[in-house]
């Protein structure tokens, strides 16, 4: 069968639901023709996330038959990502399947920190010469075995597709990015509600789950730390696409909506999630190690004594940091604070001058604990 599902999934058009939305066929083509050894990633590792644990909550037969799909080897040879001690990770184990326990930091999860983690390893991120499905060697020289990550709810789409077809899957979404796909919706109101949805669909009906957009608020928070705010003002005419969503910078990635919080400074909300990213720093190259705490150490330094000098000063730092890591850390961290300069331009001058609009202090824990 597994031979037959490339071409299935390559007319399906399936993509990666983890966030980087690459063609599923072509994942695994490479993970057949190299024999590679399947991890599925189940860690829910994004701020805001939620769609893997409901996944091996609720379907969790499915999402085993498509990762024995992906397999070359034996079933029994597919390891599942989860963060140690969570409820995904016990929900596995008892279930009798083979448990990556993963730290629950926020690089950890990263593709290349799994296989490192498979491999006896730290839950690092790895340099990658060439596709870690191919097999190879790390930037130290040590060996590194074909290994393919694949997104809990990939799995789960790949097991759908080969029970139901191609097109079934294409009758929902859009030609761009068709077939449906979960959606993980964040409220002052309620947090982790995830919806089963498509491309396509306005984003005002998304958020209709967490009570709808607060005729207050300032913006919505797309793809959590590595994603981008769009302004509150344009979702009335939104549609969750990354056609729609990518003049504001983002897309619909690992699926993730959070609704800021009304009555929150956002200049206290960002300096938050940045003294998290700092904290989160795997501390292996220039750009995770010194970029993104000397960026969080500037926007506080803002917060503290608001001038348009510290402001031009945190815009240069954002635009040093991607495209240098040996991950993707970098690059979303600057994505994230690029788009937080955008959308709060007006907010972020008035703390120039001396006020600020939102008085009220922070009302909502978005953040992991």
Not at 27 to 36: N, P, Q, S
Not at 74 to 83: D, K, N
Not at 183 to 205: C, D, H, I, K
Not at 242 to 253: E, R, V
Request: proline share 7%; net charge neutral.
């Amino acid at each position: 069968m597994s031979t037959t599902l490339v071409p299935l999934l390559r007319d399906a058009g399936l993509t990666g639901r983890g966030g980087a939305a690459f063609p599923t066929a072509v994942k695994l083509e490479a993970a057949l023709e190299h024999r590679a050894r399947v991890i599925i990633n189940a860690c829910d590792g994004e701020v805001g996330a939620a769609k893997d644990g409901w996944v091996v909550e609720h379907h969790l037969d499915e999402l085993v038959r498509g990762a024995t799909l992906f397999s070359a080897r034996r079933p029994s040879t597919v390891l599942y990502a989860a963060h140690r001690a969570s409820e995904t990770a016990l929900r596995l184990r008892a279930a009798g399947l083979h448990v990556l326990e993963v730290p629950a930091r926020y690089v950890s999860s990263e593709e290349s920190s799994l296989i490192s983690l498979a491999q006896g390893g730290l839950a690092r991120p790895m340099t990658k010469r060439t596709p870690f499905v191919m097999g190879g060697r790390d930037s130290a020289g040590r060996r590194v075995r074909p290994t393919v990550v694949v997104n809990a709810e990939t799995a789960w789409r790949v097991a759908q597709i080969a029970e139901f077809g191609a097109g079934w899957f294409r009758s929902f979404g859009t030609s761009a990015e068709p077939g449906p796909r979960l959606v993980s919706v964040n409220g002052p109101s309620a947090r982790g509600v995830v919806l089963e949805t498509e491309a396509g669909t306005s984003v005002s009906a998304l958020l209709g789950v967490v009570g709808g957009l607060p005729v207050d608020a300032e913006a919505l928070l797309v793809g959590g730390l590595g994603g981008s705010f769009v302004p509150a003002e344009a979702v009335a005419t939104l549609r969750w696409s990354s056609a729609d969503l990518g003049p504001y910078g983002a897309a619909t990635g690992p699926g993730i909506i959070e609704v800021v919080p009304p009555h929150e400074c956002p200049v206290a909300l960002v300096a938050r999630f940045l003294a998290y990213a700092a904290g989160e720093s795997a501390g292996q190259c220039g750009p995770c190690m010194f970029g993104v705490p000397a960026l969080a150490a500037d926007w506080q330094a803002f917060a503290e004594r608001p001038s348009a000098r510290l402001l031009d000063q945190v815009a240069r730092r954002a635009g040093l940091l991607p495209d240098r890591g040996a991950c993707r850390f970098p690059d979303g961290v600057g994505r994230f604070v690029a788009s937080a300069l955008r959308v709060y331009r007006d907010h972020l001058e008035g703390h120039v001058v001396g006020y600020c609009l939102e008085p009220r202090g922070r009302t909502a824990d978005v953040l992991p604990h």
